[in-house]
């Protein structure tokens, strides 16, 4: 399993702050990159204001400076008004993407047998008539929904309305059976 990139940069930036500042801090603060700002991951830099006397920008480029010469996965910084904004190389990236092309179940979480199945209905098209593009929508949604339940861990039940009919239509011809046979084997009085 890969690393997040907040996995990645936590030692180096409490590194940084032992080097720099002879100051440890026992959690960094990440969040997603405003779109109107270039970068890929925030560090808030607010919370270490307490403890390290500065002013964030100067924190928050001496991190940057630090990342910037240590770190093989950072490539620039940007600092806005108390937040380092981190841009991630390319290589971090085409790396992750290749160590994950082959995991097949990337993405997927296990399904918890203790979890209650869910069932997941959607109709298939009738043979008999002709298939039109309601069909094909019908078709696609369930079979996502299901998918999707799938790669969430649910545990689920496909079930599709020919299916249900088909069950019917056996269920109906074995129940007359059933009964001409109990009539054909009853003795008549």
């Known amino acids: 399993m ?7 940069l936590t030692s180096p930036i409490k590194q940084a702050l032992a080097e720099l500042f ?20 925030t560090m808030v830099i607010f919370p270490l ?8 920008a100067d924190l928050g480029n001496a991190i940057g400076n630090y990342l910037v010469a240590n770190v093989n996965e950072v490539k620039r910084f940007n600092v806005v008004s108390g937040f380092l904004n981190i841009v991630i190389s390319d290589s971090y990236y085409l790396n992750f993407f290749q160590t994950i092309k082959d995991d ?4 997927f979480v296990k399904s918890d047998p203790k979890n209650k199945a ?4 959607y109709s298939s098209p009738n043979t008999n008539k ?15 929904v299901a998918e999707i339940s ?3 861990g649910k545990r689920f039940i496909k079930l599709k309305s020919s299916t249900i009919e088909e069950f019917i239509f056996v269920s109906r011809c074995w129940l007359g059976k059933n009964l001409a046979t ?3 084997q009853k003795p008549q009085d």
């Open 150 to 152: 799938k790669a969430a």
């Open 130 to 144: 002709p298939l039109h593009l309601g069909h094909v929508r019908n078709n696609l949604l369930g079979y996502s």
């Open 104 to 107: 097949s179940h990337y993405g």
């Open 2 to 8: 890969t690393a997040s990139l907040s996995q990645i």
């Open 22 to 41: 002879s100051s440890s801090v026992d959690k960094i603060e990440f969040q997603t990159t405003r779109k109107e700002f270039e970068g890929d991951i």
């Open 49 to 56: 204001l307490k403890q390290i006397k500065s002013n964030p």
């Open 118 to 121: 869910i069932m997941v209905e």
């Open 182 to 184: 109990e009539k054909l």
